[in-house]
């Protein structure tokens, strides 16, 4: 089984999932905001579904494809971490900032 992050890694998929954040869509309206053919998007469309990324339903002649948030939770649990450490070295940053002279002449500069 592909996991979520080799699923993502490649650029499409990320800008399909873009797409389908704001609204479920069908594959036409997605083979044309990507200017990709139809055997391009089904096939991206198809590892996200088997990911369980997106998932389809159909009306009448048409496939309507829409994002599923839950898998991205192991994203979210597995950045967590990393998200803490970043927001420790900015706050540092932020507090040695806070400490310089907003004035480069009061520095002696």
């Known amino acids: 089984m592909v996991s979520t992050f080799e699923v993502l890694a490649e650029p499409r998929r990320r800008e399909i999932l ?6 479920e869509r069908p594959v036409g309206d997605l083979v044309e905001r990507l200017a990709l053919s139809q055997p391009a998007v ?3 469309l198809r590892v996200l579904r088997e ?9 009448a002649q048409r496939r309507w494809y829409r ?3 839950e898998p991205l939770r192991e994203l979210e649990a597995w ?3 990393y998200r803490r450490l970043w927001d420790e070295h900015l706050d540092a940053l932020e507090r040695h900032l806070d400490t310089m002279p907003d004035d480069p002449e009061e520095s002696g500069s």
């Not at 873009?18 to 609204?23: E, G, M, Q, Y």
């Not at 990911?51 to 009306?59: H, I, S």
């Open 18 to 23: 873009d797409l389908l954040r704001a609204r």
């Open 42 to 44: 089904s096939k991206h």
């Open 51 to 59: 990911a369980g990324l997106v998932e389809v339903r159909t009306d």
């Open 67 to 69: 994002l599923r948030a």
């Open 79 to 81: 950045l967590a971490p």
